[in-house]
């Protein structure tokens, strides 16, 4: 563990907080610019998916691999590694000449951003011994997410506008750089005192699962679920998800240790990221496309917009760690998965005469649900779990978010598509008061109800005495002093 003063602990949260800032509102940030980028490189829709997914799908296939090597080789070491490699990557992405440039340097920034969230969230969890002061800390982190997933179509929006898209990476380099300094100078290192191996198999295979389903969902728009690439897409993912399962437990020193997930609640706190990240995503996805190109808002506009989402998102946040360290996750994540539901529920009937007022406060009720459900994720995923793996446990939560939003993208993008090709199939075009994308609306109610359904669950005595085998199965080991 690691022995830092009262000012110096927070401080060093501090930095840890502005780069999850960074790498979280990167994945939002684009949003608001895919019109502008699709009309910079004459983009599909197709290619605009993979604008956002190719980013998120190299954070989810790395951010274990990430935590693990900073167990190994040192936690400050990784973490200026990925600040260094995000901020120039994010320059690269500022200077694309090209679509494929543009993915390839977004893949490139990604490999940099999974060395500093789940590295980040280890250090504070060694920074911070107290339990107490560890729960408000995490509280911080979630409400840094919150924040920073919210606020990212409002900043990218003012940057489109008044600069032009390539601005939404360029503003990363001065604000990485700065990052760079301060850590360098002011976080402490750790690491666990027996390093894990690098799994190098597990790797390759989450990857190729998570890039396959994603291909899959991405491509049937347009070729159909029947199609050949989409059949062997779906094939490759489900025959590299059970060689996962059946090669993990035996490799002595796992990617994955699947002992994890016998911990209710941790594996409630994984369910529920994905989902409540995939209605996350879905949700600003589909919700950008309908303002700028069904309401003709301008980019600015169109985030503005969704400032009552980043408001509530902000003000739930740091309310949701308070009352998770207090009281436990349950009550936060039934008032969260309803919120959720709620939402999708009111864009149910979205056309493009929907009065702006119900557009707002639908914004608002999902705003509140988001803000909610971030602290209790990550508070259950690494509460209880050994500090020396405590890089892994955190990946496994950043993953699943990470997760959740390419598959809400890719899902979001799958609908909007089908609607197109449906509505050209009947001979029609969308018009005013036609349903805008019904489906993924009431996509985004099942996953508030699933959330609700998860946090009751996975939050009584035997889920807690699920993790309690599980932690005494782990056997703890002391971490090293810097």
Same mark, same amino acid.
């Not at 684009?30 to 009309?39: E, Y």
């Not at 990240?277 to 969704?306: H, I, K, P």
């Given at each position: 563990?690691?022995d830092t003063g009262g000012r110096r602990r927070w401080g060093v949260l501090a ?18 610019? &895919? ?96 339990a107490r002061e560890r729960a408000q800390a995490i509280g911080v982190w979630g ?97 590299? &998800? ?41 949700? &600003? ?14 980019? &600015? ?182």
């Open positions: 563990m690691l930095i840890c907080c502005s780069s999850l800032l960074l790498v979280s509102m990167d994945n939002t940030i684009v949003n608001v610019a &895919l019109p502008a980028i699709r009309t910079s490189f004459d983009a599909s829709l197709a290619g605009l998916q993979w604008t956002v997914d190719a980013y998120v799908l190299v954070l989810a296939s790395l951010l274990m691999l990430a935590g693990s090597t900073g167990d190994r080789i040192g936690r400050k070491r990784t973490f200026l590694i990925g600040l260094t490699v995000f901020t120039l990557a994010s320059a690269g992405c500022s200077l694309a000449p090209s679509l494929g440039w543009l993915i390839a340097a977004r893949m490139l920034q990604a490999v940099g951003g999974s060395m500093l969230n789940p590295v980040a969230m280890s250090i504070i969890t060694n920074v911070f011994t107290d409400a840094v997410v919150g924040l920073s997933l919210a606020l990212g179509p409002i900043v990218g929006g003012a940057l489109t506008e008044s600069v032009g898209w390539r601005a939404i990476f360029l503003v990363n380099v001065p604000l990485g750089a700065a990052a760079l300094l301060l850590a360098s100078r002011y976080v402490p290192d750790s690491r666990a005192a027996r390093p894990r191996r690098v799994d190098p198999v597990g790797q390759v295979l989450v990857a190729v699962t998570l890039v396959a389903l994603v291909d899959a969902i991405i491509t049937a728009p347009e070729q159909g679920w029947g199609s050949l690439r989409v059949l062997c897409s779906l094939a490759v993912a489900a025959a590299a &998800l059970a060689a996962l399962l059946v090669y993990e437990p035996r490799c002595s020193e796992p990617l994955i240790d699947l002992r994890f997930f016998r911990s209710a609640p941790f594996s409630g706190a994984t369910v529920t990221a994905v989902i409540a990240f995939s209605a996350f995503s879905l949700f &600003l996805f589909v919700n950008t496309l309908y303002l700028q190109d069904v309401r003709g808002f301008s980019a &600015l506009e169109a985030g503005l917009a969704t400032l009552p989402l980043a408001v509530a998102s902000m003000a739930c946040s740091p309310l949701s760690g308070r009352i998770v360290s207090r009281s436990g996750p349950r009550g936060v994540l039934v008032v969260s998965g309803i919120a959720l539901a709620a939402a999708g529920l009111l864009l149910t009937g979205l056309t493009g005469r929907t009065p702006l007022l119900l557009l707002l406060g639908a914004y608002t009720v999902f705003g509140i649900g988001f803000g909610l459900v971030n602290a209790p994720i990550t508070n259950a995923a690494v509460s209880g779990m050994p500090l020396a793996q405590a890089g892994v446990a955190a990946a496994v939560a950043s993953t699943s978010r990470q997760v959740g939003q390419s598959l809400g993208v890719a899902v979001g993008g799958a609908v909007i598509g089908s609607a197109v090709v449906g509505t050209a199939a009947a001979g029609s075009a969308l018009g005013p008061t036609t349903p805008f994308a019904p489906a993924a609306w009431w996509l985004v109610v099942g996953c508030g109800l699933a959330v609700t359904a998860l946090g009751l669950v996975t939050s009584g005595r035997w889920a807690q005495a699920s993790a309690e085998r599980v932690r005494a199965a782990l056997d703890p080991v002391a971490e090293v002093r810097a």
